[in-house]
Each structure stands twice: as structure tokens, then as C-alpha cells.
């Protein structure tokens, strides 16, 4: 197989020669490696570009570690010129070593050999050396971590710095062949990258501190090391640490001190770094005034060199400072001073790990948020499922806190709805762990530590106190009395929705006894969950200020129940009156005139109407108790000009007369019949001569308590109320099923009388009745919407009745409109409506025939058809019409004539 590259370019000659080589020993799988490494001499060029893209980390560390060994055995180098002749090459070879040079035994003898090293393997089968020249004892780190790596690494370039060699690196690197002075820059540089991927996934802050001081001992020959992180507390800066005088053999529990170590900024040598953010390298110590000496004494170790550099974070902020002391030297007995060189792996280094420190940090805040939502969370929900009392809610409240926080006592201070500044109520609670040990330890339920507690309600501040017996701005008079010592407290505000300060949550003692204070992260979860103490305290007021109000209300609705319902000896008197016949009455004419009754006669005609539509028997009516019902109806309506009892009375005479001698009857059964009389002398209850608009243009509450057809609602409530008040419960014989529907029916036919809700149900009405589809009978939805329409019927009905009545009647209601106007005028600076208008009064016919037409005609022209009966009310809006426009047409018109 022959392949001509004449004029190919260079990189396609490549190509072509590796495809030519990769199809030939796929060809002759049993070809002999001595020709394959022929044929790789003769082409060098793609012999080393095919090695620096094919070759692997295991691979050169093989070729290394194998050189390494024959050249120790033998103690001779191979220089590059002995390489050519031998014919070596760099490429790595299937089942041979690379030709080594041979050695006579006068050039063995005429040199020292060392002791043979060892070769050791860790669980990947990577060889490294141990002599015990290397050191005093072998490293145990983490096994098969990159830690263990780095450290046989370092052993592998520090025995070879001792035989005076330099390893090959392979040329894997870009620009071609490091030069053998970079040698140990880029095996120091992979020592580093392993030692970054060893705390690169460590969140922990406290592990990863002391991953890096372990890494950095080895990296450096460092034999102690230490770590102090920056931290913030009341704006001010400081250095802690809890890991100090680490080195590579050291155990996290160890390594830990029990107390934090805390240095200002700018104190001894860590504090000035941290402070300048300069690097300091001392080699002698001792002879430097910034190193503090009492350590050594109380140790009794002795720090010779010292290097200490800043830690910084990607965005370059000093979070911290690394200490490295007493560089170890071969001989692990003396000690050196830490050169340029080590500060430049150092710097490096740290560099990657003011990440790290960052990013554990981050994530040691982001397990404290979680656990403070989780904390407030719970505490929410504890919160809002009691409710139903302050005393339990504040049990709750400081339950939790004592156990959330740890502390000994807990108590909340709150003030008075009268005065601001008085504490009127303390609530107290005692961990059990404490009042176990202490069993006589006392609470209060008064203020205690008033002058701190009164400073925190006055300006609004949080207090925290670390150490209550240095403590000059407040004193615990108290103690003593409590059979308490103030070690350390947390006092802090606890504010309503609206910002306002309305008590104060105290801690006393963090750590249930101990010598701890509070710490920042406890201050920020106190003030988070005063929030919500806040929010729950003043759900709980209001719970309670409800109950009281909801009490309050019984009572006011108990007295005017018994002021709305007439007295016994009133209804008892037309009880026993005659009730004389509806034809006595002319309760069967449409043209009724109630003029001719006085008021005691219209509370017995609204018997006889009951009677004759045999309700009474029907329903098992009480005459006694219907006798009060009615008369207690006729007490609840005001005084009004129109809508007063008369105007209900009217109605449902009415409706009697549609039922009676209209033809209605046919389409409503005893219920509906019972529910529709009821409704019309309820259906205008407590009206107060004003409309709908007129209680949304004061904000009167009847707006706020219904959103639509305000008055109807508030009409059907009253009526509500009568029916279930003790001696007027004519429904009392009704099962629960009859007075649910019976209840609703009365409901539909009072709310029907608002005219919004009559507009939207007309037109489907007129469509059933002009198209002849309508089922009064069958279809419940036609007989309600036919209820509907008969009820606005007999709310208008006036406008039926013989122009002298209708004349009359109109003036009525034209004075009722007229008073809303003239109240809309100078009480709300409004301009009225044209009908509401007293100044417009001359337009009063103009007004009544727009009327007629728009509302009345329609409705009783459908009327008709639904019922012959009902003709008689389209005929009366028809003559009434007709006399409006003749008052229309006559210019000498006045409202007097009426």
C-alpha cells in the first residue's frame, strides 16, 4: 500500500500518515513491535505530534517513574547526546522500557550510591519513593485523595532534588519543550492544581480551613500552620480562628482550640497583614517586635521562620490570613527561611483559596437562612393556628424562642392601648431544662429590668449585652429576687403591621447558664422573629377585641330585638278584633285605595289576606303569633314620605289581587304564595328614604357590608330577623327542608325588587313570553324569573291605580327623591340627579312619562300576555300616561295641582 504526499501540506501529511499507520497494524495485528518502532524512528515528527495529542498523565508518570528507577540504580544521567546514540525516544513503547545506557562496576564503584528507594503504589497503581532519608516518618494522608498524590508528588521531586536530577517532563505542554529550569515550576504547578481539587468541593468552612493548612504545610515544608478568617461585629473588623498550629498530620478534632482566638487588626504579625494586605516573610522571628513570644512560652515551642500572606476572594477583598511557620529542611531536624519562591506558591496557592473560603462561607449563610425561614415558617404557622387567645399566643411565642435560641428566660413586655410608655402586660417563660436544675427559680408577671426594656420601647433599638457584670448603662436590680445571674441578654423591639412599637421580647442567658453570649446570627433571628411575635400579638388583640365586639353585638342585638318586636298587649288587641271579609276591604280591586283605612285596619286586612289564601291552615300559622309578627313588621318601617308601611302594605295588596283576581294563581303553589305576601310587606324594612348610590356616595357601612343591591340585602336581613325573634316565628311549624325553601323564596322576591336586577332579567322575560316558549308550570327557572318580574310589578303598581291615587302618590315620591337631593347638595356639595332635584320639580310629568315608558309599559304589556287577568294594570299605566302628558303639555303647570 503505497500513498504519494508530494506537495500535501504538513498537517495533512500528519493525517495521512497516522490513518496510513492506524490501517496498517489494524492490518497486521502480528506485526512485531520492532517494526512498528521502526517505523516510528524513521518518522519523528509525527512520532511526537501523535505523542503530545495521545499521550495520558499515566502514561508520562509511568515513563518517569521508570526512568527514575534505572537511573537511581545505575546513579548516572543520561545526557541528550547518550539519548540519540542509544536511539531513545520519548514515546512510550507496548511491553519494552526505552534503552538505558549500561553502567561498567568501576563506574558503579568510583560513586556513592544512596540507599535504594522504595517504590510504592497507591490504590490507582501510581508508583511514588519513600527513603527514609526523605524523612523523619512516613505521611498517612487521605487515602487515595489528592492530597496523598501531592504528597508522594513532593516526596518523588525532592528525592530527585536530592540525587541532583531533574525528571523529563513530556512535551505536552504549548510552545513547545519545556526547558529543564521549568521543570519543577510545572510539577509544583500540578501538586497545586491537585491540592485545589481537594477543597474545591469542600462547603464546610471549618474542613476546609483545614484541608488548606494541611496542603499548604506540604506544599511549603511548613511544620505548623495556622488560619484566621475575617469576621464583623457592630461594624468593626477582627480576625478569629479556631484552627491554629496545624501541619499535615493533624486530625480536624485536633487541630481545634476550644476558645476562639481573636486578634484585632493591626495587632502582631497576622493583624498587619490583614490590616495592609501585604505579605510578611521574617526569617528570625524573634527578631522581629511585631511577633508575640508569650505563645512560644506557653508552649514551648520555638518559631524561627515565619511567612504570612493575606487571603482574598475572586473580587479581591481580604477574607482571611494564612501563617506558615518554621520551614522543615531536608534533614526534617533544622529549620530554614522561607524563600521567593515559596511566596509565589504560596500566593498562588491562597489565591485559589480565598475562593474556596469564599464559597463555603456563602454556603454556611445560606444553611443559617434556611434554617431561620424554616424556623420563622413554623413559628407562622404556630402562630396563626392560635389565635383565639393572647395568653396562648404569647405561650407559644416564648416557648419557642427558648428553645430555638437556647436560652434561660424568655419574657415579652407589651403596652397599653392608653399610654404608650406604661407597660401594662408581662408575660414570662423558664426553660425546663433550667427549672429542673433550679426548681426554685422565680418568674413575674410585672415588668423587671424596666430601665433597659423602657430604652428598648423608646427608641426602637436593639440591645445586646455579652457580659452582664461589666454592663455600666443598665443595672439588674433584680437578680436577686429572681435568683438570677445576667450573664448575657437580648433585648428587642416587637412592632404591629404598621411599624408601631407595641412591646418588647427580652433573652436572658444564651447557652442555658453558660459564660456565651448572644451572637450576631442570634440577634438577626431575634429580629426577624419579632416580626413575626409582632404580627401574631396583634392578630390575637384582634381576635379578642372581635370576640368583644361580637359579645357586645349579641347584647345590642338582643335590645333591639326586644324594641323591634311589638309588645304582647299591642298585637294581642288586633288578635282579638273582627276580621272582616276582602270584599269589605276592596282588597280585590287593582284600583285598591288604602286612604280608607287607619293603621289598625291595614295590620287586619293583612290577615284577612293570609286567610283567604288559606295559609293560616296550611302552614299551621299561629294567629297570635302572626298577630305580632305583622304589627312588629309595621314598628321596623321609618317614617319616611313613600317607602314606610303604607307602601308595603299597598304592595302586597297587590300581589293578593294578581294572585286572586289576576289569574297569577295558577302558576305558584302554597309555598311560593306564602313567600311572595311575606315578601311584600318585608321588602322595603327599615328603608331610609335614600337609594342605593346615595349609601355608596357616603360610604354609609350598608355599602361596605353588601357590594350590590344594597338595601334589598339589607331589606332581607331585617326581615330575617323578625321571622327568627321569639314570638314572631310564624315558619316556626315549617320542617328544616320547607323553611330552607321557603327562606330562599323570600329572598328572591325581595332582592328582585332592586330595578338593576329587574333591566338584567327583562329582556330573557319578554323573549319567553313574546315567543310563546315559556313553561310557568314545569320549568323552575320560568316561574322564578315570572316571580321576579310580579314582584316589580307590585313595587310599582301605583303607577296603575286611578290618577287621583297615582298623582298623590308621585308627590310622595318626588318629596322622598327631592330630600336626597337637597341632602346631596349641602352635605356632599353634589349636583343631584334631574329627578332629585327640588329646583326641577316643573319637569316632574316630563320625568313620570319617561318612566312609564322605560320601565312600567314593558313590563305589563308582557304581563298581559302571560295573563288576561293582569290587563287591568297595562291599562292603568296607559290612562295615567295619557293625564302626565296633558300636565306636560299645559305650560301653567304647578306642582300644587297635584
Known amino acids: 500500500m503505497h500513498i504519494m504526499l508530494v506537495g500535501a501540506p504538513f498537517s495533512s501529511q500528519h493525517f495521512l500518515l497516522e490513518t496510513y499507520a492506524v490501517l496498517w497494524l489494524w492490518r497486521h495485528p502480528t506485526a512485531s513491535f520492532p517494526f512498528s518502532e521502526s517505523w516510528l524512528d524513521d518518522h519523528p515528527e509525527f512520532s511526537q505530534e501523535y505523542f503530545l495529542r495521545k499521550a495520558t498523565r499515566t502514561m508520562i508518570n509511568s515513563w518517569l517513574v521508570e526512568r527514575v528507577v534505572k537511573l537511581s540504580v545505575s546513579d548516572f544521567r543520561v545526557t541528550d547526546d547518550d539519548a540519540k546514540r542509544e536511539g531513545g525516544s520519548p514515546m512510550l513503547e507496548r511491553g519494552r522500557h526505552t534503552p538505558i545506557r549500561k553502567v561498567s562496576s568501576d563506574q558503579i564503584n568510583s560513586r556513592h550510591l544512596p540507599l535504594k528507594p522504595m517504590v510504592l503504589k497507591d490504590e490507582l497503581g501510581t508508583p511514588s519513593f519513600y527513603t527514609p532519608a526523605d524523612n523523619a516518618s512516613p505521611v498517612t494522608p487521605r487515602r487515595g485523595s489528592s492530597v496523598q498524590k501531592v504528597q508522594e508528588q513532593k516526596i518523588r521531586t525532592r528525592r530527585l532534588s536530592h540525587y541532583h536530577m531533574k525528571p523529563n517532563i513530556a512535551p505536552d505542554l504549548p510552545d513547545g519543550p519545556v526547558p529543564k529550569s521549568e521543570s519543577s515550576v510545572i510539577d509544583e504547578r500540578d501538586m497545586i492544581m491537585e491540592l485545589v481539587k481537594d477543597i474545591a468541593m469542600d462547603l464546610d468552612i471549618t474542613s476546609v480551613s483545614h484541608r488548606i493548612l494541611q496542603n499548604v504545610s506540604i506544599l511549603l515544608d511548613a511544620d505548623r500552620c495556622s488560619l484566621f478568617l475575617i469576621r464583623e461585629k457592630e461594624g468593626k473588623n477582627f480576625l478569629v480562628s479556631r484552627l491554629f498550629d496545624v501541619n499535615k498530620?493533624?486530625?480536624?478534632?485536633?487541630?481545634?482550640?476550644?476558645?476562639?482566638?481573636?486578634?484585632?487588626?493591626?495587632?502582631?504579625?497576622?493583624?498587619?497583614?490583614?490590616?495592609?494586605?501585604?505579605?510578611?516573610?521574617?526569617?528570625?522571628?524573634?527578631?522581629?517586635?511585631?511577633?508575640?513570644?508569650?505563645?512560644?512560652?506557653?508552649?514551648?515551642?520555638?518559631?524561627?521562620?515565619?511567612?504570612?500572606?493575606?487571603?482574598?476572594?475572586?473580587?479581591?477583598?481580604?477574607?482571611?490570613?494564612?501563617?506558615?511557620?518554621?520551614?522543615?529542611?531536608?534533614?526534617?531536624?533544622?529549620?530554614?527561611?522561607?524563600?521567593?519562591?515559596?511566596?509565589?506558591?504560596?500566593?498562588?496557592?491562597?489565591?485559589?483559596?480565598?475562593?474556596?473560603?469564599?464559597?463555603?462561607?456563602?454556603?454556611?449563610?445560606?444553611?443559617?437562612?434556611?434554617?431561620?425561614?424554616?424556623?420563622?415558617?413554623?413559628?407562622?404557622?404556630?402562630?396563626?393556628?392560635?389565635?383565639?387567645?393572647?395568653?396562648?399566643?404569647?405561650?407559644?411565642?416564648?416557648?419557642?424562642?427558648?428553645?430555638?435560641?437556647?436560652?434561660?428566660?424568655?419574657?415579652?413586655?407589651?403596652?397599653?392601648?392608653?399610654?404608650?410608655?406604661?407597660?401594662?402586660?408581662?408575660?414570662?417563660?423558664?426553660?425546663?431544662?433550667?427549672?429542673?436544675?433550679?426548681?426554685?427559680?422565680?418568674?413575674?408577671?410585672?415588668?423587671?429590668?424596666?430601665?433597659?426594656?423602657?430604652?428598648?420601647?423608646?427608641?426602637?433599638?436593639?440591645?445586646?449585652?455579652?457580659?452582664?457584670?461589666?454592663?455600666?448603662?443598665?443595672?439588674?436590680?433584680?437578680?436577686?429576687?429572681?435568683?438570677?445571674?445576667?450573664?448575657?441578654?437580648?433585648?428587642?423591639?416587637?412592632?404591629?403591621?404598621?411599624?408601631?412599637?407595641?412591646?418588647?421580647?427580652?433573652?436572658?442567658?444564651?447557652?442555658?447558664?453558660?459564660?456565651?453570649?448572644?451572637?450576631?446570627?442570634?440577634?438577626?433571628?431575634?429580629?426577624?422573629?419579632?416580626?413575626?411575635?409582632?404580627?401574631?400579638?396583634?392578630?390575637?388583640?384582634?381576635?379578642?377585641?372581635?370576640?368583644?365586639l361580637l359579645a357586645k353585638q349579641s347584647v345590642v342585638l338582643e335590645v333591639l330585638s326586644y324594641h323591634a318586636v311589638c309588645a304582647p298587649e299591642e298585637s294581642s288587641e288586633i288578635d282579638r278584633r273582627l276580621v272582616p271579609s276582602s270584599k269589605k276591604f276592596d282588597l280585590f280591586n287593582f284600583g285598591f285605595d288604602d286612604e280608607r283605612l287607619n293603621t289598625d285596619e291595614t295590620l287586619v286586612a293583612s290577615i284577612r289576606m293570609f286567610k283567604d289564601l288559606n295559609l293560616f291552615e296550611r302552614f299551621n300559622i299561629n294567629t297570635e303569633i302572626f298577630s305580632r309578627w305583622v304589627c312588629s313588621v309595621r314598628k321596623n318601617y321609618r317614617q319616611v314620605k313613600y317607602h314606610n308601611w303604607r307602601h308595603a302594605f299597598n304592595v302586597c295588596q297587590s300581589m293578593f289581587c294578581m294572585i286572586v283576581s289576576g289569574g297569577i294563581a295558577q302558576y305558584l303553589n302554597d309555598y311560593e304564595r306564602l313567600?311572595?305576601?311575606?315578601?311584600?310587606?318585608?321588602?322595603?324594612?327599615?328603608?331610609?328614604?335614600?337609594?342605593?348610590?346615595?349609601?355608596?356616595?357616603?360610604?354609609?357601612?350598608?355599602?361596605?357590608?353588601?357590594?350590590?343591591?344594597?338595601?334589598?340585602?339589607?331589606?332581607?336581613?331585617?326581615?330575617?330577623?323578625?321571622?327568627?325573634?321569639?314570638?314572631?316565628?310564624?315558619?316556626?311549624?315549617?320542617?328544616?327542608?320547607?323553611?330552607?325553601?321557603?327562606?330562599?323564596?323570600?329572598?328572591?322576591?325581595?332582592?328582585s325588587t332592586d330595578l338593576a336586577i329587574y333591566f338584567k332579567k327583562r329582556s330573557q322575560f319578554l323573549e319567553l313570553v313574546n315567543m310563546g316558549n315559556a313553561e310557568w308550570d314545569v320549568n323552575p327557572e320560568h316561574r322564578k324569573l315570572l316571580r321576579g318580574m310580579i314582584m316589580t310589578a307590585t313595587d310599582i303598581s301605583a303607577i296603575t291605580k286611578p290618577w287621583k291615587i297615582q298623582s298623590k302618590v308621585a308627590r310622595l315620591v318626588a318629596e322622598e327623591f327631592f330630600d336626597q337631593g337637597d341632602i346631596e347638595k349641602k352635605e356632599l356639595h353634589l349636583e343631584p340627579a334631574e329627578m332629585m332635584d327640588r329646583n326641577k320639580s316643573d319637569k316632574l310629568p316630563s320625568m313620570q312619562i319617561g318612566f312609564i315608558n322605560a320601565i312600567c309599559l314593558p313590563l305589563y304589556e308582557g304581563l298581559a300576555k302571560v295573563s288576561d287577568g293582569l290587563k287591568p294594570l297595562l291599562n292603568g299605566c296607559l290612562e295615567n300616561r295619557q293625564q302626565w302628558e296633558k300636565e306636560r303639555d299645559e305650560p301653567d303647570f304647578q306642582e300644587d295641582k297635584l
Do not use: W
Open 249 to 548: 498530620d493533624s486530625s480536624l478534632e485536633d487541630s481545634l482550640v476550644k476558645n476562639e482566638i481573636r486578634i484585632e487588626l493591626g495587632q502582631g504579625i497576622a493583624g498587619q497583614v490583614a490590616l495592609s494586605g501585604k505579605k510578611l516573610n521574617i526569617p528570625d522571628a524573634y527578631k522581629d517586635s511585631r511577633f508575640n513570644q508569650e505563645v512560644d512560652r506557653k508552649t514551648g515551642y520555638h518559631t524561627s521562620s515565619l511567612l504570612c500572606m493575606p487571603i482574598r476572594d475572586s473580587r479581591k477583598r481580604i477574607v482571611g490570613v494564612a501563617q506558615v511557620i518554621n520551614k522543615v529542611s531536608l534533614d526534617g531536624v533544622t529549620h530554614q527561611p522561607f524563600t521567593a519562591r515559596d511566596e509565589k506558591i504560596f500566593a498562588s496557592y491562597l489565591g485559589f483559596c480565598g475562593i474556596a473560603i469564599h464559597n463555603a462561607q456563602l454556603y454556611e449563610k445560606s444553611l443559617l437562612e434556611n434554617r431561620r425561614n424554616e424556623v420563622l415558617l413554623e413559628l407562622t404557622k404556630v402562630l396563626f393556628e392560635e389565635q383565639s387567645s393572647l395568653n396562648q399566643v404569647m405561650e407559644t411565642i416564648l416557648l419557642h424562642t427558648t428553645s430555638l435560641l437556647n436560652c434561660e428566660r424568655a419574657s415579652v413586655m407589651l403596652v397599653g392601648d392608653q399610654d404608650d410608655n406604661v407597660f401594662t402586660q408581662t408575660f414570662e417563660h423558664v426553660s425546663s431544662f433550667y427549672q429542673g436544675k433550679h426548681p426554685s427559680v422565680n418568674t413575674r408577671k410585672v415588668p423587671f429590668n424596666v430601665e433597659l426594656t423602657s430604652y428598648v420601647k423608646q427608641t426602637g433599638k436593639t440591645v445586646k449585652i455579652s457580659k452582664g457584670s461589666s454592663e455600666k448603662r443598665f443595672n439588674f436590680s433584680e437578680d436577686s429576687e429572681l435568683g438570677l445571674i445576667t450573664k448575657s441578654l437580648i433585648c428587642t423591639p416587637i412592632r404591629d403591621a404598621s411599624r408601631h412599637v407595641i412591646g418588647v421580647i427580652q433573652l436572658i442567658n444564651k447557652n442555658l447558664g453558660d459564660a456565651s453570649s448572644f451572637t450576631t446570627s442570634d440577634e438577626q433571628l431575634i429580629e426577624a422573629f419579632s416580626i413575626f411575635c409582632g404580627l401574631g400579638i396583634s392578630q390575637a388583640r384582634r381576635y379578642e377585641e372581635k370576640k368583644r
Open 675 to 751: 313567600a311572595l305576601l311575606v315578601s311584600c310587606l318585608c321588602h322595603d324594612l327599615d328603608h331610609r328614604g335614600t337609594n342605593n348610590a346615595f349609601q355608596a356616595k357616603t360610604e354609609h357601612p350598608l355599602a361596605s357590608l353588601y357590594s350590590t343591591s344594597t338595601l334589598e340585602k339589607h331589606h332581607f336581613d331585617q326581615c330575617l330577623m323578625l321571622l327568627q325573634s321569639e314570638g314572631c316565628q310564624i315558619f316556626g311549624h315549617l320542617d328544616a327542608e320547607e323553611y330552607e325553601n321557603v327562606i330562599k323564596l323570600v329572598e328572591h322576591a325581595i332582592i
